[in-house]
């Protein structure tokens, strides 16, 4: 019962931006959105997480909308190494805990 | 910092075999703990989580089991592996409004 939606896949040319949208309509006042990428047989990596600011570090940036039903992560220029499938999570308290449930992903595909 | 560690790494294992994967957490209190598979060519999968010592939830019916036995130990186990059972295995942690995930293992039942 994924709380996220992405695209299946998306292209980006080398040395381009890489925008991956997100929907997660049903997200709670208290819920964060984190975006995580697996580069084939590794675990997931961290990328950013946000509650409703835009953020940026030295990865990425990441849009949120300001009703929060969707975002954007943003890989300002993206290399053959960002090839991945990135995840998108909304994680936050439910019953007292937090519980992280991935979606499907997005595997994104840079171009050389 | 918090660092989580799994192991073994790899394994490979006959039909029928025992498992047990092993996760670790360091650099914090009370953490929510998480196992989940990745199928070849699939996403990941939730399988149990954790909010203290003992107390284990099972997202969907299985032949693995779960054990937290200290704050910061989550065991992920079999008594008789299938083939269905082969997979990338992960164990994460969660504080509030941080999460990490450890670098997995990969287990092959042959």
């Known amino acids: 019962d994924a709380k996220t939606t992405q695209p299946t896949s998306m292209d980006c040319a080398e040395g381009r931006a890489a925008n991956l949208p997100c929907n997660h309509s049903t997200i709670s006042g208290n819920e964060y959105v984190y975006w995580y990428r697996q580069i084939h047989s590794q675990g997931p990596q961290y990328i950013i997480h946000?509650?409703?600011n835009n953020e940026t570090n030295e990865m990425a940036s990441l849009i949120i909308t300001e009703d929060r039903k969707s975002s954007t992560l943003i890989l300002p220029h993206a290399t053959l190494r960002d090839t991945a499938v990135y995840y998108c999570?909304?994680?936050?308290?439910?019953?007292?805990?937090?519980?992280?449930?991935f979606g499907t992903g997005t595997k994104l595909q840079v171009i050389p | 910092s918090q660092t989580i560690h799994q192991w073994p790494a790899t394994l490979v294992q006959p039909v029928g075999s025992p498992l047990s994967l092993e996760c670790t957490v360091e650099?914090?209190?009370?953490?929510?703990l998480y196992w989940y598979r990745q199928a070849a060519g699939r996403g990941l999968q939730l399988l149990f989580y954790?909010?203290?010592?003992?107390?284990i939830s099972s997202e969907v019916p299985q032949n693995l089991s779960a054990s937290r036995p200290q704050d910061r130990q989550f065991i992920l186990s079999s008594k008789k592996l299938l083939l269905s059972d082969s997979g990338f295995y992960l164990c994460?942690?969660?504080?509030?409004?941080?999460?990490?995930f450890g670098p997995g293992t990969r287990l092959t039942v042959t």
């Open positions: 954790s909010v203290g010592i003992g107390q």
């Open positions: 946000g509650l409703k």
């Open positions: 650099g914090t209190s009370n953490p929510n």
């Open positions: 994460a942690w969660s504080v509030g409004g941080s999460s990490d």
């Open positions: 999570i909304v994680s936050g308290n439910s019953g007292g805990y937090q519980k992280v449930t």
